[in-house]
């Protein structure tokens, strides 16, 4: 008897069911009938699922059932599947952030003065679990800060008072209701 690891996480990222997920670690090193004979079904049904799994782009059929090159690597480096590393998150992480910037440069002209504030505002996001997907929510945060500074208010401050009442953005509106107006004298 063989035993398969399964990472579930990893299985659900993928879209796969746990069935598929064995069939695509075992193709790795056995044939079409090895793999519904460890499996304990029969080659038609195999056949059946190997379809659907041609269908989602992880196998392909050019004389022989095999992995797409693709993915190869990722079910059939060492038999097993291992999962993610710390360090690849953290650079999917950094990557994310990097794509949302980019998609709102495609809308907006953005100082690079501006982007560790955009930074600090997406990471703050991520930790109250409000993470950020799209470039909109760092738009309507920048148009807000604008609209704060333009108001006569300290836009730190602002932005102080938002992460300690842990509010997902920062309006005017929240603003005025509880802050000051910068005194500015003029002689």
């Not at 590393?85 to 990557?95: N, S």
């Not at 945060?141 to 006569?152: N, P, Q, T, V, W």
């Amino acid at each position: 008897m063989r035993f398969i690891a399964i990472d579930l996480l990893a299985c659900r990222q993928a879209g796969l069911s746990v069935e598929e997920w064995c069939i695509l670690q075992l193709l790795c090193c056995k044939n079409i009938d090895e793999t519904a004979s460890a499996l304990g079904v029969n080659k038609r049904s195999l056949l059946g699922k190997l379809a659907t799994l041609k269908k989602k782009g992880y196998v392909r059929n050019d004389d022989v059932w095999c992995i797409s090159p693709s993915i190869k690597d990722y079910f059939c480096g060492d038999g097993m599947m291992s999962s993610v590393q710390p360090e690849q998150q953290e650079a999917q992480k950094k990557d994310k952030f990097e794509r949302i910037l980019d998609d709102l440069r495609k809308h907006i002209e953005v100082k690079e003065s501006i982007v560790p504030i955009l930074k600090d505002f997406y990471d703050y996001r991520r930790d109250i679990k409000k993470p950020i997907n799209t470039y909109r929510p760092l738009l309507s945060y920048l148009r807000s800060l604008k609209e704060i500074k333009e108001a006569g208010y300290d836009v730190q401050q602002a932005i102080d008072l938002m992460k300690e009442r842990e509010w997902q953005t920062l309006t005017l509106e929240y603003v005025e209701k509880t802050l000051p107006k910068q005194q500015t004298f003029r002689w």
